[in-house]
């Protein structure tokens, strides 16, 4: 049992998740839930995508938040929406008061057709359902969800306001890239080598494009929730990014 896997239970089993959906009553529309974190489905043409759907606790319909794709890691997809919401994504990001999503992916990287289709559509479910503010959309991820974070983010560019890639790897060249990102990443990272973040970082600060790198030392990969506090300082920048 890796560290991950073993965090993970622990989490859990300690945390209430609501499930309040199933892929038989899977519809084309997202229910709005209160808040908490709750597991649900969205029928997708042929296909059903699951979701952990994170809802700040003073949401209300008369006042747009925050949105956050959050893209899990690598392996088999069941349940690691939820490790990663539960572990990482929730606990760094939850003084933004956003609404925060996060998918199970249909099957491998979220650079296929499939995942791409599916977070699009998720995007348009939560836009509909919830009083989000399309200024303050972001998209992040650890890990594969990491790689997938620059994917989406250069996919769907005109809906997002930063990327924040966690542990993950860079596309080959930033050609055109413009969005402002704030990546995290370990020194010790024995999965995912820093060393293309760091490059691609200073290339997108030379172009003057805002962007931030948070170097953490001593932890590796696979201790998702160790990344917590370094994912927590993007919380002040995006404000900034922001203008609030």
Sequence with gaps: MTPRTLLIGLLLSSVVVVSLGSPQTASTQMPVRGPGVHIDYLRMGELVVKYVISVPKDYSPSKPVPFVLALHYGGSPNGAAQGLMLALVQPALVDLGAVIVAPESLGGGWETSNNQRAVKTLIDAVQASYRIDPKKMVVTGFSMGGTGTWSVAGRYPSLFSAAIPVAGMPPA??????????????RNDEVMPIGPTETRIKELQKAGVRSELVVLMGISHQETSRFVDGLKRVVPWLKQTWGN
Aim: glycine residues 8%; without cysteine; neutral net charge.
């Design 173 to 186: 060249s930033m050609g055109e890239w413009r969005m402002p990102v704030f990546a995290v990443h370990s």
